[in-house]
């Protein structure tokens, strides 16, 4: 499964849903992982890039057309990731380089851990 995916209403509007991981250990201590949808987003074109808005609120946030920096990198770290809980994936890399997947309402910080939004 992708880890987004884009539907239109029947009123006609836009949405993406993002999809995360829902990470943890069962009751023998083995990792388990579940995909789960992680936030809903409107999202409609506008001159300078697009707007995005959370399903069931107000506030448009406007996101401009730019480039990405060429130095964007994120360290990977095994021990890591394993010790805050996230799923290393051995041979998968992720779309950013790193093998480490975490659970949502967390990120990759600096260390290749996972770490609480």
Not at 50 to 69: E, G, H, I, N
């Amino acid at each position: 499964m992708w880890p987004l995916d884009q539907y239109t209403s029947s009123s006609s509007h836009t949405y993406v849903r993002f999809y995360g991981q829902k990470i943890g250990h069962d009751a023998t201590g083995n990792l388990q992982s579940a995909s789960t949808i992680a936030d809903v987003y409107e999202i409609r074109g506008f001159s300078k890039g697009v707007q995005v808005r959370k399903a069931y609120s107000t506030r448009w946030q406007s996101l401009y057309t730019t480039t990405v920096p060429l130095t964007f990198t994120t360290v990977a770290n095994e021990s890591n990731c394993d010790d805050s809980g996230g799923m290393w994936t051995d041979d998968d890399a992720t779309a950013i380089g790193s093998y480490c997947i975490c659970s949502i309402g967390q990120y990759l910080d600096a260390s290749g851990g996972c770490a609480a939004i």
